[in-house]
């Protein structure tokens, strides 16, 4: 099956490095416009009804965001391409979609391009692509796509009280007391939140939102969170989260 794309990418180099990357390494991908700008790529997408789109977001004018301005509902599967900085790729990966960074890899493309292919549930998709600008208009990540069993969860990160490590999966307690199971390594969590400030690793079982400890009894190493959990600080870490503490506000049950 052959797929239509357009490309909406300002600079004609990268536009033509990646039409070439596209004919050596995905055959199954039909280059049906090339577009310097949103309102040319706006015109494209009405005309060829794509399946892909390669989106740049950094554009003069209209950024790529604006595109679904003009197309609130899209029908068509978007990768990214940027050349941001290691925040806004994060801010990519916990929204869940998918993006290239420049220079292209081939080996990159091949995988988004085969991600894109398969259709996504609209509403999804919609909400993908606004987690994604939430996050990259803040200073800090505010969403995060969550992988549960049947789709996405998308989550405010300021509403989640703590983490737990159980084996290679994690769960996730929520300020509603409700909870997430998610088929994620307690580490992937650590390195997307808690270089943020709020988000600290006192055991490796557990992640916690400093928002939520009620008390710290240093006697027994124990937080106090919100919702009456009662977690252990490692001891290696108590001097640590002493000195930590200082710095950041402890909260009132969120």
């Known amino acids: ?19 070439l990357l596209l004919r050596a390494c995905c055959p199954e991908i039909a280059v049906a416009a090339s577009c310097r700008s949103v309102p040319e790529g706006v015109l494209s997408i009405h005309k060829c009804k794509p399946d892909i789109v390669f989106l740049d ?70 909400k993908k ?10 200073e800090k990540l505010k969403k995060i796509a969550l992988p ?10 300021d509403s989640i009280e703590y983490f737990e490590a159980e084996g290679v999966y994690t769960r996730i307690f929520l300020k509603d007391k409700s909870q997430l199971f ?19 690793r006192i055991h490796r079982t557990h992640i916690v939102n400093s928002g939520f400890i009620l008390q710290y009894h240093r006697g027994e190493g124990l937080l106090t969170m919100a919702s009456g959990a009662h977690l252990r600080i490692a001891r290696e870490k108590k001097p640590w989260f002493e000195e930590t503490v200082k710095t950041i506000r402890l909260g009132n049950g969120g």
């Open 1 to 19: 099956m052959v797929y239509q794309a357009v490309i909406i990418e300002d600079e004609e180099n990268a536009a033509a490095a990646l039409e």
């Open 57 to 126: 977001i950094e554009m003069p004018i209209y950024n790529g965001f604006d595109l679904f301005k003009f197309i609130p509902e899209p029908e068509f599967g978007v990768i990214f391409t940027t050349a941001y900085s290691n925040y806004a790729i994060k801010a990519f990966e916990v929204s869940a979609v998918d993006y290239l960074l420049k220079p292209l890899e081939a080996e990159a493309l091949v995988a988004a391009v085969k991600k894109a292919c398969i259709r996504q549930d609209k509403e999804v998709m919609l």
């Open 129 to 138: 692509l606004a987690a994604v600008k939430e996050n990259l208009e803040s």
């Open 148 to 157: 549960i069993s049947d789709g996405l969860a998308f989550v405010e990160v």
């Open 182 to 200: 998610i088929s994620k390594n307690i580490k992937v969590f650590d390195d997307i939140l808690c270089k943020q400030g709020n988000f600290l």
